[in-house]
C-alpha cells in the first residue's frame, strides 16, 4: 500500500512522534507513505511528499509537525470532496492516516462514508476526543501550564498578589483542572463546573483570612462565568465555525473584577501558545508512537473507519462515527472534587 499521512487542526508536541511512527511502520510492513502537507489543505492543492526513513530520523523530540498543519474544512470550499477524491487517486494513494482532533476527524468519517480507506488518530491538548483517555500533545501542555504555575507561585508570593492563568480549553477543561491539580492552583475555573465571582471572591476573602496573602487562579479560555463580561460578539471564527477564545480575555475579566471587588493587587497571564510548543514529554512521545504504529497495522489488516485510542494501558479501535457522533470527553466531576480539596 502507499499511505498517506496528514496532521490537521492546531499542532502540539507529538505529532512528528505519530508521522515518524507510521513511516517506520510501514516500512517494516512493506508499505510506502506519502505526506499530505498542512492537512487537508495538501489534498486539495496537491502538495504530497514521499517520506522515507531518511526524512522521519530525528524527528521525535522536535515539536509541531513537519508536515505543516491547517484548519481546511472542504465542506467549506465548492466541490472540496470531490477535489480530494480526485487528487487521492491520482496521488495513488492507497488509505490514509489522518492525525488530529474532532474537525479533522469528521473529515475522516465523511471520506470514509465515500469509500477513501482511513485510519484517525486523536491528537488534540484540549484532550476531549470521545473514545480515548488521552491525546497526543495534552501532556505536554499540561506540563507546561504546571511549570507555568510554578513560576507563578514564587512571583504571586512575593508581591502579595493574586496572579490568575488563562489557558486552553474550549468546551472541556482538561488542561486547566489536571495543570492547576499539579501546580497547586487555588481555584480553578473551567466550563463544565458552574462558578461565579461570589464564589471566587469569598474564597480569596477566606485565604487572606487564615493568613494566606497570595492566590492562585487558573482559568479555562472557553469557560463561562455569569457575572463577569467576556467579550465574544464579533469574533471571527475557523473554517469549523469555532470562535477566536483567544480573544475572549476571560482571565482579563477575572483579574479586573478580583481587584475591583477585593483591593487585591492581581495580575494575569494568557499562556496562550506557548501551551502548543516545545519537544513533547515522555508520555506523549510513548502514545504518538503506539497510536501510529496501530493505525499502520490496522490498515493492513484492512480495518477502515476506525480511530485508535488508549483506554486503560491498551491500544483499542472504536468508529469514527462513534468517536464523531459522541459529544466531546468533559472532565470528569470526581477528578474536579478532588481539585477542590486543595482549594
Known amino acids: 500500500m502507499n499511505i498517506g499521512v496528514l496532521t490537521g487542526g492546531g499542532d502540539c508536541p507529538g505529532l512528528n512522534a505519530a508521522i515518524r511512527a507510521v513511516v517506520r511502520r510501514a516500512v517494516d510492513k512493506g508499505n510506502s507513505v506519502t505526506g499530505i502537507k498542512n492537512g487537508w489543505q495538501g489534498l486539495i492543492s496537491s502538495d504530497f511528499e514521499p517520506l522515507d526513513l531518511r526524512l522521519v530520523s530525528g524527528i521525535l523530540p522536535i515539536g509541531g509537525t513537519f508536515l505543516g498543519t491547517s484548519r481546511t474544512n472542504p465542506e467549506k470550499i465548492p466541490g472540496g470532496y470531490e477535489i480530494i477524491l480526485k487528487n487521492f487517486q491520482e496521488a495513488r494513494l492507497d488509505a490514509l492516516v489522518a492525525i488530529g482532533g474532532d474537525d479533522t476527524l469528521s473529515v475522516a468519517l465523511a471520506l470514509s462514508d465515500k469509500g477513501v480507506p482511513v485510519v484517525g488518530v486523536p491528537k488534540t491538548m484540549d484532550n476531549d476526543v470521545y473514545g480515548t483517555d488521552f491525546c497526543i500533545g495534552f501532556y505536554s501542555a499540561v506540563s507546561i501550564v504546571t ?197
Request: avoid cysteine; charged fraction near 25%.
Open 147 to 343: 511549570d507555568a504555575l510554578d513560576k507563578l507561585h514564587s512571583t504571586a508570593s512575593s508581591h502579595h498578589r493574586v496572579m490568575v492563568l488563562e489557558v486552553m480549553g474550549r468546551e472541556a477543561g482538561w488542561v486547566a483542572l489536571l495543570g492547576g491539580l499539579g501546580g497547586g492552583a487555588d481555584w480553578i475555573v473551567i466550563p463544565e463546573v458552574p462558578s461565579t465571582m461570589d464564589h471566587i471572591v469569598d474564597h480569596l476573602d477566606e485565604r487572606r483570612g487564615l493568613g494566606k496573602d497570595f492566590s492562585i487562579i487558573v482559568v479555562a479560555e472557553g469557560a463561562v462565568i455569569p457575572d463577569i463580561k467576556a467579550e465574544s460578539a464579533g469574533i471571527g471564527g475557523d473554517a469549523f465555525g469555532h470562535e477566536r477564545l483567544d480573544k475572549r480575555g476571560v482571565g482579563d475579566a477575572v483579574s479586573r473584577e478580583i481587584e475591583r471587588r477585593t483591593g487585591f493587587e492581581t495580575r494575569v497571564t494568557v499562556l496562550g501558545y506557548v501551551q502548543r510548543g516545545g519537544s513533547p514529554v515522555v508520555f506523549d512521545r510513548i502514545l504518538a508512537t503506539r497510536l501510529g504504529v496501530e493505525a499502520v497495522d490496522l490498515l493492513n489488516k484492512g480495518k477502515y473507519g476506525v480511530m485508535t485510542a488508549l483506554q486503560g494501558n491498551q491500544i483499542v479501535t472504536l468508529s469514527l462515527k462513534e468517536a464523531i457522533s459522541k459529544s466531546p470527553r468533559k472532565v470528569d466531576p470526581q477528578l474536579y472534587e478532588l481539585a477542590r480539596i486543595f482549594f
